[in-house]
């Protein structure tokens, strides 16, 4: 191949992989115990701020860790009588008691693509007072994808509308589900295909605590909106991403706003030999 076609094609190749500068890469702020291998999920607080909720993914126990902003886990919170077949994230957002905060636990991940429901676990916040607790009042939602069955590992709620939103993972086009709240316990909701992405194997997603903007994350890259006008979810997310610095992690499958938006973070697994890393990217 002539010299100046490589050169031309690196070019380009510089110019897909360009990313901007509005946060600066992660910094590594803690790391995580051996209850936090698996972690596959993060979401801030609302009720005990600078604090975050994480969990382990499949054949872990059921149950959500209250983490400081050093990775250190200050409370594990059991979920009675439950399974986690493949918890995959988690997310926050309103519920059937007006002024309180609700966790949503996503069992959404599905690698061989085979159950035919997506199972939801909602319950109000926990506030930490102790380091052990075991959450015993909790509602339970069967969701099935409007358009079969498929593997999925990020999800998020509007806070503006308290929308909430699934991504798919393994399409070339990722895609984006719907289901508006508020929900009927007993029933199977039904999450509305949206629109797809032009992204593959992602892995999280967040909504600022404003509802200004949006981080969606795969395995390679950080992709960030920013919310003008009243643009729903849908149709932000089909105007172009801006690419965010990125510090790649081994198996680095978690991401969340900062409460105060003045950055985000990104955790991570642990994998052989490198430990699960908590990392925070602060905004410019």
Not at 37 to 58: C, I, K, M, Q
Not at 130 to 152: H, K, M, P, W, Y
Not at 229 to 238: D, M
Request: hydrophobic share 35%; net charge negative; glycine share 8%.
């Amino acid at each position: 191949m002539k010299y100046w076609l490589i050169g031309l094609l690196l070019c380009l190749g510089c110019e897909e992989k360009q990313t901007s500068n509005l946060f600066s890469y992660g910094k590594e702020v803690g790391t995580v115990s051996k209850k936090l291998e698996e972690a596959s999920g993060l979401v801030a607080s609302r009720a005990n701020p600078d604090y975050f909720w994480t969990h382990n993914d499949s054949g872990n126990p059921a149950q959500i860790y209250l983490i400081n902003n050093r990775a250190e886990i200050v409370m594990t919170c059991n979920l009675a009588n439950s399974k986690n077949r493949d918890w995959e994230d988690i997310t926050i957002g309103q519920g059937p008691e007006p002024g309180k905060s609700y966790l949503y636990v996503g069992d959404i991940g599905d690698n061989e693509a085979r159950h035919p429901y997506k199972i939801i676990y909602r319950f109000i916040e926990p506030t930490r007072n102790e380091d052990n607790l075991t959450i015993t009042e909790f509602e339970t939602f069967a969701i099935q994808l409007s358009d079969g069955v498929r593997d999925t590992e990020a999800m998020m709620i509007d806070p503006l509308t308290n929308d909430f939103f699934i991504l798919s993972k393994r399409e070339d086009s990722i895609r984006l589900y719907q289901l508006p709240n508020p929900w009927s316990v007993g029933d199977t909701l039904h999450a509305e295909l949206k629109s797809t992405l032009p992204f593959s194997r992602v892995v999280a997603a967040d909504i600022s605590a404003d509802g200004s903007e949006v981080l969606v994350k795969n395995y390679d890259q950080i992709y960030y909106w920013k919310r003008s006008g009243s643009l729903s979810i849908p149709e932000l997310l089909q105007t172009e991403g801006t690419i965010l610095n990125y510090n790649p992690e081994p198996q680095g499958e978690s991401i969340a706003w900062q409460l105060n938006g003045n950055g985000f973070y990104t955790l991570s697994e642990t994998v052989k030999n490198h430990k699960g890393r908590l990392l925070y990217y602060n905004r410019k």
